[in-house]
């Protein structure tokens, strides 16, 4: 993995009203003098307020919040693979490549995505949509291959039905694919016939 | 005490004792990168494994504490091969570019790879490339060597309190990074070099100068703040190439600031190394016996009160003794070593030094400061300062300007009046001085030298009377002095004698008004020359600096890395600087100037070698003759009384980087001054 350049340059960040309660309820779950605890929420607050990433602003901003050194946030938001130090597209495709996945056909959902909106991993399409990203373990190993699109986890995928949802989000539709029937079962659930 | 065995030795330790600290008392070596006596635990490197019985898998010794029964190896052939592997996994990323890195020579990774690490790598792999981080003027980086032990990170976030470094990215990816480009915002900064056992981080100013084992080491004491730091001072051929801290549990336990380890370079310019006459304005090199010649006329049949001497803020205390028994010969009163105006009440020692000592500060439970910033006027006082709110339980109170101490305070007042305010307890912290165990008040020398300092100084012993400051075993009265040469001056009495002698502010009013002729600068620099009259200056000193620039009469003499001579620190612990390097040029030792002097007018003084002036000064001064010992002062009620102004107290240097001559020569404290002052000001 490349080491990601910390983003410079972007307009001063605050939080907004709403998401300023959020963040008071959620330094309140903390004790007394623990506020630092609350470094990765409010860094993911701040994230979701910032159109999918953490300026350096965000940074200092989030840190400034809690009372904490600066470079403490900034080595909290460089850890997680979760945070983006770059701006992102408006939908953050993140694909599992870890071995379950891999076996079950990732390779052709990664092929079939890049042919499709035209870019590599790491890109962000033109239209500023879709960033394409490889990820590890997504935890959703049951449903072999999967891909996390934002906060929402879309299973069981073939290269056909992802292009679909692709397509979908593209018309700023928010597609349910609850695949059924893959390999005799339904979701997650065990074969019909069997009790586990 | 704990009972184990370590190789076969049974060992006693304290209890919480690690491993490592049980072997390091006993002399058994145990290699280690992250680990540092003075920083937090992090246990990263995994260098200092050891083989504890009865636990399945090694341990780290830094981070296992000591436990009865014990039995630990640390010298067996699994212990040997987990080192050559860690050893290995170390080295994986590390370059090969030992022959061009200025630790080379002097490097925990090559000196452990050489005695615990395999001689050669199996490694295939390419190695990573780090981008080299901008830390300022004084520390260089190359990001590659880092091995990630993050000592950096521990040093900045504990003792300098500025956390301004991180481990930046995970694994791997891993980076030490600051959380902006730019100089690193502390005065302690210069540790970084030290602490950082790989060339990752080494020093800008002395970048490819010199190899380690070319340097002749000389332990002395540091001039440049009142703390007497402890360093190592190290040469080649007659050339001060840099200066390193010595471990003094007492006074700066391993660190110094950056002043004293990067202004030795101001010792190589601006440097007076013949004498000088002015002739026509201008000042022209002559020769010893013509400028001798020249001062023994001025002096001839001169009245002795309108002769005055200035002691400047490096003198020694050799050099002072010196000047004090020539002024004597000459029967002149008139001598200060107090060149910032200061006129407080020096009747009592305990009045004018740190009593509580600077390891004393851990034993308080409340400290107040007036009109002191220690950050800048006594860095190592301050890391103290933040070493003891790191233990907990102290509140520490501010009055002056309120400044970034690198710890929290109550900020208790501005001005001189809040002392009134806290003796008649109208302010809250004067109850906490009250209920306190060990109360400590700090005041500072610059705002002991204002117009009102007599009054505050007085007014600051009323409350250490009122408070009982001064305990059994405790005495928490402190006057935090910034010169280096202070104490030893009025430890020596150069003040003015008997009732007509005049005080600094007293002889620069005569030379302006004319009614003194002759005024002798010793040293003598921070002091405005504008207002001095037709008065002949002679200055002798080692820097052509404001003294000298006014003088009519320059002797050089030698700097401090080129003498023998007695310091008193803040505390009024005597300590002896060595001479590391020869004077420059023509130079004379100060008291031989003043010896030959004496002799061009006639006089003699009752010493002929340094060896006869040091037994004379110690026979003066009898606690000059027990170094490293801090006299314990008798309480006494001291102070002259005054009114205090309500003017805000201003606490600080002008400029930390900027505070006297040697330091105004040097261009790193120059490009200091252009970089990181204008930046650390505002910080603090």
Same mark, same amino acid.
């Given at each position: 993995?490349?080491?990601?350049?910390?983003?410079?340059?972007?307009?001063?960040?605050?939080? /907004?009203?709403?998401?300023?309660?959020?963040?008071?309820?959620?330094?309140?779950?903390?004790?007394?003098?623990?506020?630092?605890? @609350?470094?990765?929420?409010?860094?993911?607050?701040?994230?979701?307020?910032?159109?999918?990433?953490?300026?350096?602003?965000?940074?200092?901003?989030?840190?400034?919040?809690?009372?904490?050194?600066?470079?403490?946030?900034?080595?909290?938001?460089?850890?997680?693979?979760?945070?983006?130090?770059?701006?992102?597209?408006?939908?953050?495709?993140?694909?599992?490549?870890?071995?379950?996945?891999?076996?079950?056909?990732?390779?052709?959902?990664?092929?079939?995505?890049?042919?499709?909106?035209?870019?590599?991993?790491?890109?962000?399409?033109?239209?500023?949509?879709?960033?394409?990203?490889?990820?590890?373990?997504?935890?959703?190993?049951?449903?072999? #291959?999967?891909?996390?699109?934002?906060?929402?986890?879309?299973?069981?995928?073939?290269?056909?039905?992802?292009?679909?949802?692709?397509?979908?989000?593209?018309?700023?539709?928010?597609?349910?694919?609850?695949?059924?029937?893959?390999?005799?079962?339904?979701?997650?659930? %065990?074969?019909?016939?069997?009790?586990? | 005490?704990?009972?184990?065995?370590?190789?076969?030795?049974?060992?006693?330790?304290?209890?919480?004792?690690?491993?490592?600290?049980?072997?390091? /008392?006993?002399?058994?070596?145990?290699?280690?990168?992250?680990?540092?006596?003075?920083?937090?635990?992090?246990?990263?490197?995994?260098?200092?494994?050891?083989?504890?019985?009865?636990?399945?898998?090694?341990?780290?010794?830094?981070?296992?504490?000591?436990?009865?029964?014990?039995?630990?190896?640390?010298?067996?052939?699994?212990?040997?091969?987990?080192?050559?592997?860690?050893?290995?996994?170390?080295?994986?990323?590390?370059?090969?570019?030992?022959?061009?890195?200025? +630790?080379?020579?002097?490097?925990?990774?090559?000196?452990?790879?050489?005695?615990?690490?395999?001689? +050669?790598?199996?490694?295939?792999?390419?190695?990573?490339?780090?981008?080299?981080?901008?830390?300022?003027?004084? *520390?260089?980086?190359?990001?590659?060597?880092?091995?990630?032990?993050?000592? %950096?990170?521990?040093?900045?976030?504990?003792?300098?309190?500025? #956390?301004?470094?991180?481990?930046?990215?995970?694994?791997?990816?891993?980076?030490?990074? #600051?959380?902006?480009?730019?100089?690193?915002?502390?005065?302690?900064?210069?540790?970084?070099?030290?602490?950082?056992?790989?060339?990752?981080?080494?020093?800008?100013?002395?970048?490819?100068?010199?190899? #380690?084992?070319?340097?002749?080491?000389?332990?002395?004491?540091?001039?440049?703040?009142?703390?007497?730091?402890? *360093?190592?001072?190290?040469?080649?051929?007659?050339?001060?190439?840099?200066?390193?801290?010595?471990?003094?549990?007492?006074?700066?336990?391993?660190?110094?600031?950056?002043?004293?380890?990067?202004?030795?370079?101001?010792?190589?310019?601006?440097?007076?190394? +013949?004498?000088?006459?002015?002739?026509?304005?201008?000042? !022209?090199?002559?020769?010893?016996?013509?400028?001798?010649?020249?001062?023994?006329?001025?002096?001839?049949?001169?009245?002795?009160?309108?002769?005055?001497?200035?002691?400047?803020?490096?003198?020694?205390?050799?050099?002072?003794?010196?000047?004090?028994?020539?002024?004597?010969?000459?029967?002149?009163?008139?001598?200060?070593?107090?060149?910032?105006?200061?006129?407080?009440?020096?009747?009592?020692?305990?009045?004018?030094?740190?009593?509580?000592?600077?390891?004393?500060?851990?034993?308080?439970?409340?400290?107040?400061?007036?009109?002191?910033?220690?950050?800048?006027?006594?860095?190592?006082?301050?890391?103290?300062?933040?070493?003891?709110?790191?233990?907990?339980?102290?509140?520490?109170?501010?009055?002056?300007?309120?400044?970034?101490?690198?710890?929290?305070?109550?900020?208790?007042?501005?001005?001189?009046?809040?002392?009134?305010?806290?003796?008649?307890?109208?302010?809250?912290?004067?109850?906490?001085?009250?209920?306190?165990?060990?109360?400590?008040?700090?005041?500072?020398?610059?705002?002991?030298?204002?117009?009102?300092?007599?009054?505050?100084?007085?007014?600051?012993?009323?409350?250490?009377?009122?408070?009982?400051?001064?305990?059994?075993?405790?005495?928490?009265?402190?006057?935090?002095?910034?010169?280096?040469?202070?104490?030893?001056?009025?430890?020596?009495?150069?003040?003015?004698?008997?009732?007509?002698?005049?005080?600094?502010?007293?002889?620069?009013?005569?030379?302006?008004?004319?009614?003194?002729?002759?005024?002798?600068?010793?040293?003598?620099?921070?002091?405005?020359?504008?207002?001095?009259?037709?008065?002949?200056?002679?200055?002798?000193?080692?820097?052509?600096?404001?003294?000298?620039?006014?003088?009519?009469?320059?002797?050089?003499?030698?700097?401090?890395?080129?003498?023998?001579?007695?310091?008193?620190?803040?505390?009024?612990?005597?300590?002896?600087?060595?001479?590391?390097?020869?004077?420059?040029?023509?130079?004379?030792?100060?008291?031989?100037?003043?010896?030959?002097? @004496?002799?061009? %007018?006639?006089?003699?003084?009752?010493?002929?070698?340094?060896?006869?002036? +040091?037994?004379?000064?110690?026979?003066?001064?009898?606690?000059?003759?027990?170094?490293?010992?801090?006299?314990?002062?008798?309480?006494?009620?001291?102070?002259?009384?005054?009114?205090?102004?309500?003017?805000?107290?201003?606490?600080?240097?002008?400029?930390?980087?900027?505070?006297?001559?040697?330091?105004?020569?040097?261009?790193?404290?120059?490009?200091?001054?252009? !970089?990181?002052?204008?930046?650390?000001?505002?910080?603090?």
């Amino acid at each position: 993995m490349m080491a990601m350049a910390l983003s410079t340059g972007q307009p001063v960040f605050s939080f /907004q009203p709403e998401a300023q309660e959020q963040a008071r309820a959620i330094v309140a779950r903390y004790p007394e003098g623990r506020q630092a605890s @609350a470094l990765a929420p409010l860094l993911d607050l701040a994230q979701r307020q910032n159109k999918g990433f953490l300026s350096r602003d965000a940074i200092f901003y989030v840190a400034d919040f809690l009372d904490v050194p600066a470079i403490r946030a900034f080595e909290v938001a460089s850890f997680y693979s979760m945070f983006n130090l770059e701006p992102v597209g408006l939908y953050l495709i993140q694909i599992c490549r870890t071995t379950p996945c891999w076996l079950a056909g990732s390779d052709d959902l990664k092929k079939a995505i890049e042919e499709h909106l035209g870019l590599k991993v790491g890109q962000t399409s033109e239209d500023k949509l879709f960033t394409l990203r490889e990820v590890e373990c997504l935890g959703a190993c049951v449903n072999a #291959p999967a891909v996390q699109i934002n906060d929402d986890y879309y299973e069981a995928l073939t290269p056909e039905t992802l292009i679909a949802i692709l397509k979908a989000l593209a018309r700023g539709e928010k597609p349910v694919y609850a695949p059924c029937n893959v390999a005799g079962r339904c979701s997650c659930a %065990c074969k019909k016939e069997k009790t586990c | 005490m704990i009972k184990l065995t370590i190789d076969a030795r049974e060992i006693e330790v304290e209890e919480g004792t690690s491993i490592l600290q049980a072997c390091t /008392q006993n002399d058994i070596e145990i290699p280690r990168f992250c680990y540092h006596e003075k920083l937090s635990i992090a246990g990263s490197c995994r260098m200092c494994l050891v083989e504890v019985e009865k636990m399945p898998k090694l341990v780290i010794s830094c981070a296992m504490p000591c436990a009865a029964g014990m039995v630990v190896h640390t010298q067996n052939d699994r212990i040997k091969r987990a080192r050559a592997e860690v050893m290995a996994m170390l080295l994986l990323n590390h370059p090969l570019d030992c022959p061009v890195c200025d +630790r080379g020579g002097a490097c925990d990774l090559q000196d452990l790879a050489f005695a615990y690490g395999w001689d +050669r790598s199996c490694s295939k792999e390419e190695r990573r490339q780090v981008c080299d981080k901008e830390l300022g003027p004084l *520390i260089k980086t190359v990001m590659t060597r880092c091995i990630h032990c993050t000592r %950096c990170l521990r040093f900045m976030d504990e003792i300098a309190g500025v #956390p301004s470094l991180g481990g930046l990215y995970r694994g791997e990816d891993l980076e030490i990074t #600051p959380v902006s480009e730019g100089p690193i915002l502390s005065e302690l900064a210069g540790n970084l070099i030290e602490i950082c056992p790989v060339g990752a981080l080494t020093a800008k100013p002395d970048a490819f100068a010199f190899r #380690p084992w070319e340097l002749e080491k000389t332990d002395s004491i540091d001039v440049m703040d009142a703390v007497g730091s402890n *360093i190592r001072i190290d040469t080649r051929g007659n050339k001060v190439m840099r200066i390193v801290p010595r471990l003094h549990e007492g006074i700066n336990e391993t660190w110094i600031n950056d002043k004293t380890r990067f202004a030795c370079d101001g010792l190589n310019y601006q440097r007076l190394d +013949r004498p000088y006459l002015r002739r026509e304005g201008r000042l !022209e090199a002559v020769s010893w016996d013509d400028a001798l010649e020249v001062i023994a006329k001025k002096l001839h049949n001169l009245p002795p009160e309108r002769l005055g001497a200035i002691a400047g803020d490096l003198a020694d205390c050799e050099s002072m003794f010196a000047m004090k028994a020539f002024l004597k010969a000459l029967d002149t009163p008139n001598m200060d070593c107090r060149q910032d105006g200061a006129l407080y009440d020096i009747s009592a020692r305990a009045g004018y030094v740190m009593n509580s000592r600077i390891s004393g500060i851990e034993q308080a439970d409340v400290i107040l400061l007036v009109g002191t910033n220690p950050r800048f006027e006594a860095s190592l006082v301050n890391a103290r300062l933040r070493k003891r709110f790191l233990q907990g339980g102290v509140k520490i109170g501010l009055i002056g300007s309120p400044c970034n101490l690198t710890y929290p305070y109550e900020h208790v007042g501005y001005s001189a009046v809040t002392v009134r305010d806290l003796l008649e307890e109208k302010h809250p912290f004067a109850d906490l001085l009250k209920g306190a165990r060990r109360p400590m008040l700090i005041l500072g020398a610059a705002a002991a030298a204002r117009a009102d300092g007599p009054a505050l100084h007085t007014a600051c012993c009323e409350l250490a009377e009122r408070f009982n400051l001064a305990r059994d075993g405790f005495n928490g009265f402190n006057v935090l002095q910034s010169a280096a040469s202070r104490v030893g001056g009025l430890d020596l009495g150069f003040v003015p004698q008997g009732k007509y002698g005049l005080a600094c502010a007293g002889m620069r009013a005569a030379a302006q008004t004319g009614r003194l002729d002759v005024l002798y600068l010793l040293g003598a620099d921070e002091m405005d020359m504008k207002y001095l009259g037709k008065a002949f200056v002679i200055y002798q000193g080692h820097h052509g600096d404001l003294g000298a620039q006014r003088a009519d009469v320059v002797l050089p003499t030698p700097a401090y890395t080129e003498k023998d001579g007695h310091y008193v620190n803040t505390e009024g612990r005597p300590q002896r600087a060595r001479r590391a390097v020869m004077p420059l040029g023509q130079a004379q030792e100060d008291w031989a100037v003043l010896v030959m002097l @004496a002799q061009a %007018c006639g006089k003699s003084l009752p010493f002929e070698n340094a060896d006869q002036l +040091r037994k004379a000064m110690i026979k003066a001064a009898p606690h000059l003759g027990a170094l490293d010992e801090v006299p314990v002062n008798m309480w006494q009620r001291f102070g002259t009384g005054g009114s205090l102004s309500l003017q805000k107290m201003q606490n600080g240097p002008a400029n930390f980087y900027m505070t006297d001559s040697i330091c105004r020569a040097s261009p790193t404290m120059a490009q200091c001054t252009r !970089e990181v002052w204008p930046l650390l000001q505002g910080e603090g």
